[in-house]
């Protein structure tokens, strides 16, 4: 769980967002949208901002920042409030498990959306809508409620935790029930001035992504959603409305999938191999979602496999008669195949597949196939089995889908020498692991095509491990580089604050006013502000009526340096591995770094480094310039030079040169004088040495003592006995 101490010490950055380019519009009430961008601590410590609070909107993860669980958003603009999701975290039990409920007033949220009816999105709803003072409306989609029914009442009864650690019971559920509106795919609704719709989501039956508008100000939150058709379900839809904020899970980061009939060839080759040699095969899946489509893949190779036939498969869950009836109720719901399969006989009738509501009625004799839920191992028939099976070497465990963080389905994956069993002994791990992930989330691709499609300005990552959803980032922004969206990925109760102006006039300009456009007739061009007016033109025309022109910046600075040059190079080689001598001025030692930064000694005193801004030859010089300056901290370094026979007065330059270098990192300010000599300022006392003799003439007794002392050192270091001495 994230220490909510984190947040109170982020650092609050505003970016102003200025449009580039913009699809406009030209109606009274439709203009441009500005946000400004910024991560802000939790609600009663943001500090003070220039924008009017009625514009902005601020999003905060409940639940879900930078973990997989818990999904709940909080989000806040023109006095309206909307939360996405109310779920709970698998890994966690009691309050726990619970999204940051007391960083918010539940009674001044108008609208709850809930995307599916999995656990770690809607199994905090009975106790979010019965044990709090949420006042509002409630929606999902008709299969989503239909299921959520089942699944959180299975929940209650699996869960082995206390009665005081017992969030909800039965009776909050069937009042909640009472309290859940729902609603169609592409229907528009609007509460309280939110007007909101939803698309389908692939992932499971009856997920949605939700579109809500504000004022103009559009948000797309995704939920789980899956962009490949699978054999039962359609794939997520693209909205046809760009939004200002797409607020996107990111499960898998930058990871990709194997392609489907990779992944179920591994699956059914998997289960053949070992029920052939007589072992046991255990499927951890959640009752409903992938376990459906797992359960197609099966009956279908049954029966394509006549010798598998006396080999039983058991969907092994209390749910299992009441999931395949709601199935049937909103097979229009499914892809074409499975319409297209209902019309001759039920897809969900499966020939080869019995049901198996305990393990009190399974009679463990030879080989068979059992799915069984939760699919994290965590408690109910699937823990009971891996505890029974885990031991022989001949059994087989496969996990189809996520395994989320501090399960036993995530321990297991990576296969160690023991386990600990729900009884608290602990016993020997000898079954083959198998990860094939089914899991209807959208990999890398998808996610990349999606929001490559959509474009929209700013980008919100939820839903992820903190590892996973920093990679995706990183990718993200090398992907919309060049362009204006902000992509941010908040911790849990970390708030991101925008600031959006709607509802302003732009006037055309230029070629794009030459024509009167038709009623509902799209502007493109490009929108610039000045002052207080917007004006749309055509990119041609941006130099005509703007002073606006592209230009390359460079930049140059001088960094304080009086050490060896020989010493810069040693270093900068050591760190990269483009390192050339510059040949523009032959007399002034030069460097080019990475083929981006030129450094030079233009004096005793400092180096200067030049490059053309941009953000990796900025990252260069940011690099370059910190480690002078830590060179000039840490004084000078050994640094290997060629073996060359030297001249006597050569070395003694040299030895020079390190005694003055030498006693500059000790005193500081230290000058050379004629004939030798160093002029030593400490506090406003001066000496004088003579660095041949090693005299010192100054008036305060101790600094002359300290700095005979260190000279003497000095030389000695120096200018060590030479061997024919000995």
């Not at 989609?141 to 299975?154: C, E, G, M, P, V």
């Not at 036939?309 to 229009?332: D, E, F, G, R």
């Not at 959509?454 to 993200?476: C, D, F, S, T, Y």
Request: hydrophobic share 40%.
């Amino acid at each position: 769980m994230d220490p909510k101490g984190e947040i109170s010490g982020s650092i609050r950055r505003n970016v102003l967002r200025r449009y580039c380019s913009s699809t406009s519009s030209l109606s009274s009430q439709q203009g441009e949208k500005m946000a400004s961008v910024a991560t802000a601590p939790p609600a009663g410590k943001r500090p003070a901002s220039g924008g009017r609070e009625g514009d902005q909107m601020v999003i905060t993860p409940l639940g879900a920042g930078s973990e997989v669980g818990r999904s709940c958003v909080h989000m806040t603009f023109k006095g309206r409030t909307v939360l996405f999701d109310c779920g709970i975290h698998p890994a966690y039990s009691g309050m726990a498990a619970l999204p940051y409920f007391d960083e918010i007033d539940p009674s001044a949220i108008d609208v709850l959306l809930v995307t599916h009816f999995h656990l770690d999105h809607a199994a905090s709803l009975p106790y979010f809508l019965e044990k709090t003072t949420f006042k509002g409306r409630v929606f999902m989609t008709h299969a989503t409620k239909a299921i959520y029914r089942l699944l959180l009442s299975d929940y209650v009864k699996v869960s082995k935790v206390s009665v005081e650690d017992m969030l909800f019971d039965e009776q909050d559920i069937i009042r909640s029930m009472d309290k859940i509106e729902v609603i169609d795919f592409h229907q528009t609704l609007e509460v309280n001035g939110i007007r909101f719709w939803c698309y389908t989501a692939g992932h499971v039956l009856g997920a949605a992504m939700f579109m809500v508008d504000i004022a103009g100000v559009r948000i797309l939150y995704t939920g789980d959603y899956s962009r490949e058709e699978d054999r039962h379900l359609k794939a997520a839809e693209i909205p046809q409305f760009s939004p200002d904020i797409c607020i996107i899970e990111s499960t898998y980061g930058v990871q990709q999938h194997q392609p489907r009939h990779v992944r179920e060839k591994r699956f059914t080759d998997a289960i053949h191999n070992t029920v052939s040699q007589g072992g046991r095969v255990l499927i951890p899946a959640f009752a409903l979602g992938r376990a459906q489509e797992l359960l197609l893949i099966l009956d279908e190779y049954w029966s394509n496999h006549p010798e598998l036939h006396k080999i039983p498969i058991y969907y092994a869950s209390p749910l299992a008669k009441k999931c395949m009836a709601v199935y049937q109720t909103y097979i229009n719901s499914m892809n074409e195949r499975i319409r297209n399969q209902f019309a001759q006989s039920n897809p969900f009738h499966f020939k080869h597949i019995e049901p198996l509501n305990s393990i009190d009625n399974f009679h463990d004799v030879g080989p068979s196939v059992v799915m069984a839920s939760p699919g994290g191992l965590q408690s109910g028939l699937s823990r009971q089995l891996f505890d029974k099976w885990c031991t022989d070497k001949k059994n087989t465990c496969v996990i189809p889908g996520y395994a989320v963080e501090g399960s036993l389905a995530k321990t297991i994956i990576n296969e160690p020498r023991e386990v600990t069993l729900a009884n608290g002994l602990t016993a020997a791990l000898h079954m083959q692991i198998f990860y094939i992930s089914f899991s209807a989330h959208a990999d890398f691709p998808q996610t990349s095509g999606f929001l490559d499609e959509l474009r929209p300005p700013n980008i919100i990552l939820v839903h992820g491990e903190a590892n996973e959803m920093g990679r995706l980032k990183q990718k993200l922004i090398t992907q919309f580089d060049g362009t204006n969206t902000k992509i941010v990925s908040p911790k849990n109760c970390q708030s991101v604050e925008m600031y959006f102006s709607s509802e302003k006039m732009a006037k055309t300009i230029g070629r794009l006013a030459e024509k009167i456009p038709e009623v509902e007739e799209k502007v493109s061009g490009l929108l610039v502000k000045k002052g207080f007016t917007y004006q749309i033109m055509a990119p041609e025309d941006l130099r005509v009526y703007t002073q606006l022109s592209t230009a390359n910046i460079t930049q140059r600075i001088a960094v304080p340096y009086s050490g060896s040059f020989e010493v810069i190079k040693y270093r900068l080689k050591q760190i990269y591995e483009s390192v050339e001598p510059s040949t523009e001025e032959p007399d002034v030692p030069a460097l080019i770094v990475h083929e981006r930064v030129t450094i030079r000694l233009d004096s005793d005193s400092y180096v200067t480094l030049q490059w053309s801004s941009d953000p990796i030859s900025d990252m260069v010089s940011d690099s370059v310039v910190a480690m002078v300056l830590n060179i000039g901290r840490e004084g000078p370094k050994v640094v290997p030079v060629e073996e060359a026979a030297k001249t006597e007065e050569e070395t003694e330059k040299v030895a020079r040169k390190v005694v003055h270098a030498l006693m500059v990192s000790l005193f500081g300010e230290v000058k050379v004088a004629e004939e030798g000599m160093l002029i030593i300022s400490v506090d406003g006392a001066v000496a004088r040495l003579d660095g041949r003799s090693g005299d010192v003439d100054c008036e305060n007794a101790a600094l002359k003592e300290r700095i005979k002392t260190a000279f003497r050192r000095i030389q000695g270091a120096v200018r060590p006995i030479p061997l024919s001495a000995s």
